[in-house]
């Protein structure tokens, strides 16, 4: 047993020796990454999210399943239990969307925090839902929202993070789509230099010269952050892929890389979604993705 104590801010003035003599000192180690608390200098066991009751990290491997947006109460009934269904402990949707055209369908709202909780409760199950003003935490609050969704979009919105960690519930912080790792853990250092470090890193595909798909899965990055960084990482194959067939061989490579779990958009009607319908699993389809991954081992847990 051994006790860590970071100090954080200005250190450059800090005489490492006097901390040294005093007693119970072992050892001091100067961290020279420009994000503290996220590193794994700071931290050497693995972060475990505790998702009212579903864990996330450590040996666990979790699948969050459901739609790009909550659009009805029907959709999101049959949503939870095909997400039930298939074995996953876990739900996602969006009730407000950070859409790129302002034209395009821009969520259902406040009324969607509530179908999407009575929907996820019938099983029993977490809710993620994105955040992107501070002025509706309260919704959030009354909806009794279990994690808290920072977009891509919102990667570098430090008043919005910060806002949101306050609340100490766990928050899923996706990577900008055109930040760099570092730009990634000072993000999420935010969340923790606010005393929360319940939080769910995304790797959810980035920006490069290939035009060939919507964004690239950055799996460098995800197998770094596993070594530089002591938080969770899932991976998003949907918002990386933009297409529903490449979704499950994206999964397989994000978990055999090491992902501590992924987040998978389903529809019960692609077709007629109102987000990100291309990218969208059916409950089949979904079902089937799981399959292959309890036939693969790959949920089973890590060493
Ligand atoms: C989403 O999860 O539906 C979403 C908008 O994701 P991102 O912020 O990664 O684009
Ligand atoms: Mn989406």
Not at 45 to 58: C, E, F, H, K, M
Not at 177 to 198: H, I, K, P, R, W
Request: charged share 25%; with cysteine.
């Amino acid at each position: 047993a051994r006790t860590i104590i970071g100090a954080v801010g200005d250190v450059s003035k800090i005489d490492t020796k006097l901390i040294d003599a005093l007693p119970g000192v072992e050892q001091i180690i100067r961290i020279l990454k420009p994000y503290k608390i996220v590193s794994r200098e700071s931290h050497e066991q693995n972060t475990i999210i505790d998702i009212s009751g579903v864990p996330l990290g450590g040996s666990t491997v979790q699948v969050i399943g459901g739609p790009c947006s909550v659009e009805t109460q029907e959709q999101m009934d049959l949503s939870a239990k095909a997400v039930a269904d298939a074995g996953c402990k876990l739900m996602r949707g969006g009730a407000f969307k950070p859409r790129t055209s302002p034209y395009s369908f821009q969520g259902v709202g406040v009324e969607g925090l509530s179908m999407f909780r009575n929907a996820a409760s019938k099983y029993n199950l977490p809710i993620v839902t994105e955040l992107m003003d501070v002025r509706m935490l309260d919704a959030f609050l009354e909806n009794d929202v279990d994690v808290i969704q920072i977009g891509t979009r919102n990667m570098q919105n430090f008043d919005l993070i910060k806002k949101a960690a306050q609340l100490g519930r766990p928050i899923l912080l996706k990577r900008g789509m055109s930040a760099t790792v570092e730009e990634f853990l000072l993000a999420a250092e935010y969340c923790l230099n606010e005393g929360n470090d319940q939080v769910v890193l995304c790797e959810r595909g980035i920006r490069t010269f290939e035009q060939s798909t919507r964004n690239i899965l950055d799996l460098n990055s995800l197998a770094l952050i596993k070594e530089t960084s002591h938080l969770p990482i899932i991976a998003d194959p949907s918002h990386a892929a933009g297409r529903y067939d490449l979704v499950t061989p994206l999964a397989i490579g994000a978990l055999a890389t090491g992902a501590d779990g992924i987040i998978v958009e389903v529809h019960n009607k692609p077709d007629e979604a109102l987000s990100d319908g291309k990218q969208s699993l059916t409950p089949e389809s979904f079902a089937d993705m799981m399959k292959q991954l309890k036939d693969m081992h790959i949920l089973n847990g890590k060493a």
